[in-house]
């Protein structure tokens, strides 16, 4: 059955924002119903037009881009909450890729209505320009931990931040939270070889830091994680929910 609005299980998760009840309704009137997707499945393709928006309800992925010599970059990965195609929403078209790394459902909405949302609803618009601006400080942050800190920090950095994710979102018990990903995906988000990837990796359980296991990741020795990957801990700020 298709998630209402106002029962929506997401809306749980500290790290979002509270609604009004006018927002929830004008959400249920924007949401045309949900999509159910296997583990690869296309979410969206880089140059295409896509005529629908999503939410991620439930479900992990990642976006990526590829060059024209074949070599992919991750971009960043996709959890919970996550709101996707913005971009050909806004610029006619996707400028990188999205897939589904675990089976997915996602909240549809169409395309053509997002103007409705500016004109009828100011404050969620805003939100979608704030959801923007995040983005692009994360890119800058990734930018400068793949041109700045060698193959640990790095690690340290992208795996603390997606725990930290997760965490807002309740998906972590016991120090530890789903991580359904290859080696691949990871040295395609941090910038390293599959084999630098995987001798860090064997580097860091080795010295009791962090575990990689049957895609759960747990952090031993969280401290020490956060100061390899240069990050300290601070209250996670809440977001709006698309």
């Keep these: 059955m298709v998630v209402d609005c106002k029962t929506c299980p997401l809306r749980k998760a500290e790290i979002f924002d509270e609604m009004t009840e006018e927002e929830i309704q004008f959400m249920g009137t924007f949401k045309v119903g949900e999509t159910k997707l296997d583990k690869g499945a296309q979410i969206l393709m880089e140059g295409a037009r896509s005529p629908q928006l999503f939410t991620v309800l439930r479900g992990m992925g990642l976006r990526y881009k590829v060059l024209p010599n074949g070599r992919r ?11 996707l195609g913005l971009q050909s929403g806004v610029m006619g078209e996707m400028k990188h890729s999205a897939e589904a790394t675990t089976t997915m459902t996602l909240c549809v909405f ?10 009828q609803q100011p404050q969620r618009a805003y939100d979608l320009t704030w959801l923007a601006s995040v983005e692009e400080h994360f890119l800058g942050e990734a930018l400068a931990s793949v041109g700045q800190m ?18 807002g979102l309740g998906l972590v018990s016991d120090e530890a939270c789903a991580f359904p990903y290859r080696q691949q995906d990871l040295a395609d ?41 240069m990050m300290e801990e601070d209250s996670a700020e809440t977001r709006p929910l698309i």
Excluded at 150 to 167: K, P, S, T, Y
Excluded at 206 to 214: A, E, I
């Design 150 to 167: 060698d193959a640990i920090q790095r690690i340290c950095w992208g795996l603390v931040r997606f725990f930290d994710r997760c965490d």
């Design 189 to 229: 988000a941090v910038g390293l070889s599959l084999v630098h990837t995987n001798k860090t990796l064997q580097k860091l359980r080795d010295r009791q830091v962090l575990s990689w296991q049957d895609g759960t990741l747990r952090f031993l020795e969280m401290d020490v994680a956060r100061q390899l990957a």
């Design 110 to 119: 169409n395309r053509s209505d997002l103007w409705t949302m500016y004109r």
């Design 73 to 83: 970059h991750v971009v960043n990965f996709i959890l919970p909450g996550d709101f």
